[in-house]
């Protein structure tokens, strides 16, 4: 569990979720392990299986956490530009999530752990992915091409700052 605890969360907070919707995630994925555990006939693919487990529930999670609560409150309604700028970056962030997702679930679990916070050791995500450390680098730029095809299919011309620090 451990060891493969750093590939969840990366997965989760890759998906800009709430530290209590991260757990929560956490929880439910470590929770489909226990019931699916006689299924999954090679152990050495559980890392992306749990990575593909916490990329769906991050998902659902990140969907209902989208819809609103009606509340008396009534807030002041922001400035024009506010709301365009606001409905701007929601655009982007659906678009961004979208092409992650139609990465491959080996490019996933490898950008998820990059983000992670904190973020794991090199040697740490070579153990959790079954990769060798010389090859992260390499497989990570190979993975940021990837997403900028699919995010340019979305029209994203460039990732944000804190992807390209990746």
């Known amino acids: 569990m451990n060891e493969f605890s750093p590939l969840v969360l990366g ?10 919707d991260v757990a929560d ?3 439910t994925t470590w929770m489909r392990l226990v019931e699916h555990l006689r299924r999954i006939e090679d152990p050495e693919r559980v890392g992306g299986w749990l990575a593909t487990t916490a990329a ?7 969907r209902k956490a989208s819809r609103q609560l009606v509340t008396d409150d009534v807030p002041e309604p922001p400035a024009e530009e506010d709301v365009a700028q606001r409905l701007e970056n929601a655009e982007r962030h659906t678009a961004l999530r979208e092409a992650f997702r139609r990465l491959r679930v080996r490019d996933q679990a490898l950008l998820g752990l990059l983000v992670a916070d904190p973020a794991p050791s090199y040697a740490q995500i070579g153990r959790i992915l079954h990769m060798p450390v010389g090859s992260i680098g390499p497989t990570r730029a190979r993975s940021l091409t990837r997403l900028r095809r699919e995010a340019a299919l979305f029209g994203i011309e ?3 700052p804190s992807t390209r620090r990746m």
Do not use: N, P
């Open 11 to 20: 997965v989760a907070r890759s998906h800009r979720l709430s530290e209590a």
């Open 158 to 160: 460039e990732l944000t």
């Open 25 to 27: 995630v956490a929880q």
């Open 56 to 62: 769906r529930e991050s998902a659902r999670v990140a």
